[in-house]
């Protein structure tokens, strides 16, 4: 279950089967996005980092893991290739026993990293094989290198938001000094296809597709998360396309595609 690795001129991405989850990417030897350092990556349990993929369910669930089983089940290659000019990787999973001892639904879901010289799009694609119509919640959670004591991020400025936190409905600060987003938060924002993270002389554009809202995470110093190394939460940001506000209802034989694109620019 080694990870598998793609590159398109010097853009470099890692992903593990296990989850079909990205951990690395890398754009002239600059890491993109976060991976704690006590992530276990045994292949038993979530790994903490990179882009983990919540389905069929995204956060709690009355029963069965949070965030749903696909980051811990195991994805299969389904295409791979390699021009000048692009790269993609394309994985899959199916329900199996297990899945349907979990949720009793037939399904197929595929995720597509397409990789450029300074891009990388992620598309989740679930298409309901059953005979029954099923509804789902999903998310892209995308752990991003960020500098939590200089994060800003304008886009969320005077934005309605469910406030996770405290189970209350607020709005982001939208005064000249705001710290956006005040830090812990685990924000859901109602749409909220685009936004940009500066990281030094860099910008990553973010933008997100066929989701219903656009998740904020950072758990703050007191977070207690055994998997999180030390000082860890300085270092990342959350900013997830996410299906989260109402699970989706797919008819027998349709699909839903979820996904983000990440592009630097200068
Ligand atoms: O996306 C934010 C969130 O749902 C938070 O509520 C927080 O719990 C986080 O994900 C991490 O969840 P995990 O199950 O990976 O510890």
């Known amino acids: 279950m080694s990870p598998l690795s793609l590159r398109c001129a010097d853009s470099l991405l890692t992903v593990s089967p296990f989850g079909g989850q990205a951990l690395s990417w890398q754009v002239n030897g600059e890491e993109q996005l976060w991976l704690s350092r006590d992530a276990d990556l045994s292949g038993h349990h979530p790994i903490r980092g990179g882009v983990p993929l919540c ?92 500098e939590v004591a200089t994060l800003h991020l304008p886009a969320l400025s005077g934005l309605p938001y469910h406030d996770k936190l405290e189970n209350a409905d607020r709005l982001f600060d939208d005064g000249p000094d705001a710290k956006l987003p005040p830090i812990p938060v685990d924000a859901i924002v109602p749409g909220l296809a685009q936004l940009a993270l500066r990281q030094g002389d860099t910008s990553l554009q973010i ?60």
């Open 55 to 146: 389905f069929p369910w995204f956060g709690k669930a009355a029963s069965g893991p949070s965030h749903g089983f696909a980051r811990t089940s195991l994805w299969q290659v389904i295409e791979q290739l390699s021009t000048p000019t692009e790269a993609r990787l394309v994985l899959a999973l199916r329900d199996s026993e297990s899945t349907l001892a979990l949720w009793p639904h037939h399904f197929e879901a595929t995720i597509s990293y397409t990789l450029t010289p300074d891009t990388l799009a992620i598309t989740l694609r679930v298409t309901n094989t059953d005979d029954q119509p099923w509804a789902f919640t999903a998310a892209l959670h995308s752990y991003l290198q960020a």
């Open 207 to 266: 933008h997100n597709r066929g989701h219903d809202a656009t998740v904020v995470w950072n758990p703050g110093p007191a977070h207690g998360i055994g998997d999180v190394h030390f000082g860890g939460e300085q270092e990342f940001i959350c900013l997830e396309s996410a299906l989260a506000l109402e699970p989706l209802r797919l008819e027998p034989g349709s699909s839903h595609t979820l996904a983000q694109s990440l592009s630097i620019s200068g």
